[in-house]
């Protein structure tokens, strides 16, 4: 049974458990994707935006950052939880 006071194996040891966390942190909080707003409903505060390639429209709620028809947007969260984080252009 190896060590971990031998320095390659804790060398080791540290990369797989350093690759393990990373995993995780992109499970949780994946990066962000773009989307173009294609409506707007300022009473329920959701835009209904489009993913390029993808042919289903989605509705996400967005917060102090109003977008406009045409604007791109930075969507943030997993999926069932999604969210318009800024407007980008």
């Given at each position: 049974?190896?060590?971990?006071?031998?320095?390659?194996?804790?060398?080791?040891?540290?990369?797989?458990?350093?690759?393990?966390?990373?995993?995780?942190l992109?499970?949780?909080?994946?990066?962000?994707?773009?989307?173009?707003?294609?409506?707007?409903?300022t009473?329920?505060?959701?835009?209904?935006?489009?993913?390029?390639?993808?042919?289903?429209?989605?509705?996400?709620?967005?917060?102090?950052?109003?977008?406009?028809?045409?604007?791109?947007?930075?969507?943030?969260?997993?999926?069932?939880?999604?969210?318009?984080?800024?407007?980008v252009?």
């Open positions: 049974m190896a060590e971990f006071s031998d320095y390659n194996m804790a060398a080791r040891m540290k990369a797989v458990i350093r690759g393990l966390v990373v995993d995780v992109t499970q949780l909080a994946p990066p962000p994707r773009y989307a173009e707003v294609i409506s707007v409903n009473t329920t505060r959701r835009a209904t935006v489009s993913y390029p390639g993808e042919a289903v429209n989605f509705a996400l709620p967005y917060g102090s950052a109003v977008p406009s028809v045409g604007s791109v947007v930075r969507v943030l969260g997993v999926s069932g939880a999604r969210y318009i984080d800024d407007v252009g």
